[in-house]
């Protein structure tokens, strides 16, 4: 009886583990690009960490989340990620359909985001 309940411990205890440490997959890309300020385009590097939720995480509003930064500074998050056939569709609101505010290509690795209403990135990203 007692060696049963250890046995209990034991595997919810992993279980737990595996839950814990192993729920998403992180990439990280540095991309080189242009960003747009209302039409006016000038060289930039940036960053972005997607995090891919793994199948076992039904309980996620979206396929993920990603992290975006300009070599400036200047950061923004995305609470939806939505996995499409060869990338990913970006969206500031988890809950938010329709037209994405980036798109990642995984094919590609080409990266279009609104940073914000008049500022676009554009870029080849690479593996970090």
Partial sequence: MLRALLL??????????????HS???T?????????VNGNANPETAFI???????WIVW???D?????E????????????TEVSTGWHLYADRNAHGIPDGIFSTLSET???????????EGQCARK
Avoid: K
Avoid at 8 to 21: D, H, M, S
Avoid at 64 to 68: K, M, N, Y
Avoid at 70 to 81: D, E, H, M, N, V
Avoid at 113 to 120: E, F, Q, Y
């Fill in 70 to 81: 300009l070599s400036s500074g200047l950061q923004r998050y995305f609470s939806g990620l």
């Fill in 24 to 26: 998403v997959a992180r």
């Fill in 49 to 55: 960490a997607i995090d891919h939720y793994r199948w």
């Fill in 111 to 121: 990266l279009r985001l609104a940073v914000t209403d008049s500022t676009v990135f």
């Fill in 8 to 21: 209990v411990v034991v595997a919810a205890g992993l279980g737990f583990f595996v839950l814990v440490n």
């Fill in 64 to 68: 993920g989340t990603a992290h975006f």
């Fill in 28 to 36: 990280v890309y540095a991309c080189t690009g242009d960003l747009s």
């Fill in 60 to 62: 996620g509003a979206s």
